[in-house]
């Protein structure tokens, strides 16, 4: 058995499995529709002529508001990044900077540590949502 995605102009309306190629307009169907062998699309997907596309948008990414300091201290390492903010700490000359950095339960997206630290860094908001992420899932 074959997999059939049945497409109607440039959208995939239903998929049939046949033992051989169905005819095009596959029985019960009119034309324009038309089947194209697939082993991965589905209803809602599109097709141009050659290839199908997913346009189910990926499920949006929770980004945390805070992670332990453990969690930042891992994830800036892995980035690269761990030696650059302890010496941009070290530098401070406001004791708060280091007593976050250092005795903080949690390290806050939206915080002064963490905003300062990406500015001298000069990430973006993309990069530091992903420092984050990356955190996060540690």
């Given amino acids: ?26 029985p019960g169907f009119d ?6 062998q697939s082993d991965t699309a589905g209803p809602g997907w ?3 002529g050659e290839t199908f596309t997913d346009p189910t948008p990926p499920a949006p ?12 201290r891992r994830a800036l390492r892995a980035a690269g990044l761990l030696p650059t ?5 070290a530098a401070q ?3 708060d900077i280091k007593d976050a950095w250092e005795y903080a339960s949690v390290i806050e997206r939206s915080g002064p540590l963490t905003l ?3 500015a001298a860094l000069g990430l973006t908001d993309a990069q530091l949502d992903a420092l984050f992420i990356a955190a996060g899932q540690l």
Avoid: F
């Fill in 1 to 26: 058995m074959e997999r059939y995605a049945i497409i109607d102009g440039s959208n995939v309306i239903n998929v049939i499995e046949y033992a051989a190629p169905p005819s095009n307009p596959p």
């Fill in 31 to 36: 034309e324009p529709i038309i089947a194209v």
């Fill in 46 to 48: 599109l097709y141009d």
């Fill in 61 to 72: 990414t929770y980004i945390p508001e805070s992670v332990t300091p453990l969690q930042a």
């Fill in 85 to 89: 903010v302890n010496a941009w700490v």
């Fill in 93 to 95: 000359a406001d004791e």
């Fill in 116 to 118: 300062g630290a990406a």
